[in-house]
């Protein structure tokens, strides 16, 4: 292990540790169920999951209790949503591409190279501009809590892809997202919607031969195992968006509610600011089992930018050219 992966490890480890993903409640302990499609353990947002829980059920003990479940073993990130207006759980992180059902503004996440890196990205999300998305969800019975961050999208296949027309012919795994499957298009790939939950066995079985993810989303299931490889290409950010039903959130005594959005809140803060380094120790993972990596050089990169750039006019009426300035004037402040 080399000395930075050693260094980033223990700032991690620095963190409270989760005990349990989940606990015995008790009669009269107000539950609330989170569900989650990735890995909880070395994964950015089942990490901040099982924290949240961690603090919930031995600060909040005997008035409320928290359980996580993670790797869809509940729901996958589309029928969360009414399993949520359902009660059957009471909290999810879709990721930002999952919201396209109910507004399209969060779909600017998924603009390639609209984000420099992570911390642009968490830039733009402290700005009003970005808490104003959060409401957007209002509409539909939905409280966005907060945001929270994983990394930048790498891109693979089943051969190594350095230039736009590497692409050209195979068929990708992408979410629920207009810009994503525009994206693929563009570079004359075919773009095939697949929940997280079923990606592996589609690139293991043929069926989708490319993918597009983090770092920790990558070795946490196991994509770069069926793939030729990975291009470190941080083209596009992904995050999540923790949202909870209004009516859920309403029934709860005030002094419950404060003290778990207080709880909520300082998880967030201090699980956000580890997200990068997270996906640092995933990436040094899969080096060490010998994957290839593929670093693109400056020129190669902006041959990627040059062929996403009409994206951006595609798209800038339905996001709001605002959101996308503010973002870019996020990296300038």
Not at 273 to 291: H, K, P, S
């Amino acid at each position: 292990m080399s000395f930075v992966t050693r260094t980033l490890a223990a700032a991690f480890l620095a963190l409270p540790l989760a005990t349990q993903a989940n606990a015995n409640c008790d009669a009269g302990e107000t539950k609330v169920v989170m569900s989650i499609v990735t890995a909880l353990q070395g994964h950015p947002k089942g990490e901040t999951a099982l924290a949240l829980a961690d603090r919930v059920n031995s600060q909040m003990n005997g008035r409320m209790c928290m359980e996580v479940y993670g790797n869809s073993e509940l729901y996958n990130d589309i029928d969360v949503f009414q399993a949520m207006l359902d009660g059957k759980v009471q909290m999810a992180a879709p990721s930002l591409s999952r919201f396209s059902a109910y507004t399209q503004k969060l779909q600017m996440f998924d603009l390639p190279f609209l984000f420099d890196d992570p911390i642009h990205a968490m830039d733009f999300l402290a700005t009003d501009a970005a808490k104003s998305l959060k409401n957007e969800v209002r509409p539909a019975g939905f409280v966005g809590m907060g945001f929270w961050t994983n990394g930048m999208r790498q891109i693979s296949a089943t051969r190594p892809l350095r230039k736009p027309a590497d692409v050209a012919g195979l068929t990708f795994r992408v979410q629920p997202s207009d810009i994503l499957e525009a994206q693929f298009r563009l570079l004359g790939a075919d773009p095939k919607r697949l929940a997280f939950s079923k990606v592996y066995d589609a690139l293991a079985s043929g069926e989708v031969q490319g993918q597009q993810n983090t770092w920790s989303n990558i070795y946490t299931k196991d994509f770069h195992t069926v793939q030729s490889g990975v291009t470190e290409s941080n083209h596009s950010y992904l995050g999540y968006l923790v949202v909870m039903p209004q009516a859920f959130l309403d029934s709860l005594n005030p002094t419950d509610r404060e003290e778990f959005i207080g709880l909520f809140e300082l998880t967030t803060h201090e699980y956000n600011r580890f997200a990068f380094e997270t996906n640092q120790l995933r990436r040094q993972d899969i080096l060490d089992e010998e994957v290839m990596v593929v670093r693109l050089t400056d020129e190669e990169k902006q041959a990627w930018r040059d062929a996403f750039a009409p994206l951006y006019d595609q798209f800038s009426g339905v996001i709001g050219q605002d959101l996308i300035d503010a973002a870019r004037n996020a990296k300038q402040k």
